[in-house]
């Protein structure tokens, strides 16, 4: 069983549309929890970041977290054409010497908003 | 404001052939850096993290080394490339609210 698990899609929406990106996890040592978009051919970009369960509101984006159902969201209101990409979760727990913060990364759901 | 450059972006490369890429940050003091590889369709695999100069751990057995030869400097290097050592690097650092990627290259071994 994969640490974390995420629908890999393909997601297609009409624009105007309310978005659900979903992940679950099995580790309960993660803590931090990140959200990041992907463009074809590009790095990933950071969205969301957040470490309690509940949600956490950014413009058109809000991320949710259920630690206790070891499950995380990321919802899209509004979905725009320039939101088409693939969105990866990613999630870490505090690691030993020098603090070094390893991110576990769901294999990316890949969302296309048409116009 | 903190910058993370990495290059190439692009890379075809040779069977046996070796390999060096490289990734700077700008910005910031003793950060902690990471290399990423992710193939087609899948998610990012962590390779090597540093967390100070000369200070490298290896996440994943393989062809591949890093080095760290100043604070704000991370290599990614091969002495003879593999054809599964083709994808698409990453170079990245923690930044306190999350992680900051660079722009990647994307290696073909042919």
């Known amino acids: 069983q994969k640490e974390v698990e995420q629908d890999p899609g393909p997601l297609s929406v009409p624009e105007g549309a309310i978005v659900s990106l979903n992940c679950t996890y099995s580790?309960?040592?993660?803590?931090?929890f990140m959200w990041y978009r992907q463009y074809s051919r590009k790095g990933p970009e950071l969205l969301m970041y957040?470490?309690?369960?509940g949600n956490k509101e950014d413009g058109r984006f809000t991320a949710q977290v259920d630690k206790s159902s070891k499950y995380i969201s990321l919802f899209i209101r509004d979905s725009q054409p320039s939101d088409s990409a693939t969105y990866l979760c990613?999630?870490?727990?505090?690691?030993?010497?020098?603090?070094?913060?390893?991110?576990?990364f769901g294999s990316g759901t890949q969302l296309t908003v048409l116009p | 404001s903190q910058t993370i450059h990495q290059w190439p972006a692009t890379l075809v490369q040779p069977v046996g052939s070796p390999l060096s890429l490289e990734c700077t940050v700008e910005?910031?003091?003793?950060?902690?850096l990471y290399w990423y590889r992710q193939a087609a369709g899948r998610g990012l695999q962590l390779l090597f993290y540093?967390?100070?100069?000369?200070?490298i751990s290896s996440e994943v057995p393989q062809n591949l080394s890093a080095s760290r030869p100043q604070d704000r400097q991370f290599i990614l290097s091969s002495k003879k490339l593999l054809l599964s050592d083709s994808g698409f690097y990453l170079c990245?650092?923690?930044?306190?609210?999350?992680?900051?990627f660079g722009s990647g290259t994307r290696l073909t071994v042919v």
């Open positions: 990245a650092w923690s930044a306190p609210n999350g992680d900051t």
């Open positions: 957040t470490y309690s369960s």
């Open positions: 540093s967390v100070g100069i000369g200070q």
């Open positions: 580790n309960s040592a993660f803590q931090y």
């Open positions: 910005g910031t003091s003793n950060p902690n």
């Open positions: 990613a999630m870490s727990a505090q690691r030993g010497s020098g603090s070094a913060r390893q991110l576990t």
